[in-house]
C-alpha cells in the first residue's frame, strides 16, 4: 500500500512546476469538469490558477466557490498529491503575472513568445487562488525500496 507524504513533503511535491488537473462541479446531470491546468503555488500558501474569465471552467469555479487539483509524478516512483478547497480571491492578471506563471512550464524565450503571443486573445486572463482545505497524497516510494 502507498505510504502518505508529511505536510513537508506534499506542499513541496505541490510546489514543483507540474500540470495540474483541475477538478470542479459541473451542471446537474453532467460529471465534473477535469481539465489540465497551470498553476503556481509555494509551501504555505494558496494555489493559484489562471484561465478566460469566460471560460467554462471559471463560470464553474464562481458557482461551486470551490475547486480541486491534482497533480503527479509517473516517471520514476510513483506519487501524487490532491488538494482541494475554497476560492478565496480572483483578479485580472498582468502580462507579467500570465509570464510568471508560464515560465514555470516553459523554456526561457519560449515562456516570453508564449506570453506575446497569448496577449491579444488571452490578455484578460484572471487569476483564481484556492486556499488548500483536504490534502489526499500517495507516495510509492517505500515499495519501490522494498523492490530495489
Known amino acids: 500500500m502507498a505510504g502518505k507524504m508529511t505536510k513537508e513533503e506534499r506542499e513541496a511535491f505541490l510546489a514543483q512546476p507540474r500540470v495540474g488537473v483541475l ?63 475554497p476560492v478565496v480571491k480572483s483578479w485580472p492578471m498582468t502580462k507579467a503575472e500570465r509570464h510568471e506563471i508560464a515560465a514555470r512550464y516553459l523554456p526561457p524565450g519560449v515562456s516570453e513568445a508564449y506570453t506575446d503571443a497569448m496577449d491579444e486573445p488571452h490578455g484578460s486572463n484572471i487569476a483564481i487562488v484556492m486556499r488548500p482545505e483536504r490534502w489526499n497524497t500517495a507516495n510509492f516510494s517505500d515499495i519501490a525500496e522494498k523492490l530495489a
Open 23 to 85: 477538478s470542479v462541479a459541473a451542471e446537474p446531470g453532467r460529471a465534473p469538469l477535469t481539465t489540465p491546468i497551470w498553476y503556481r503555488y509555494e509551501p504555505g500558501g494558496d494555489v493559484v490558477v489562471m484561465t478566460s474569465p469566460g471560460a467554462r471552467k471559471a463560470r464553474l469555479i464562481e458557482a461551486a466557490g470551490r475547486f480541486a487539483l491534482c497533480v503527479q509524478r509517473q516517471d520514476g516512483v510513483y506519487q501524487y498529491v490532491s488538494v482541494e478547497g
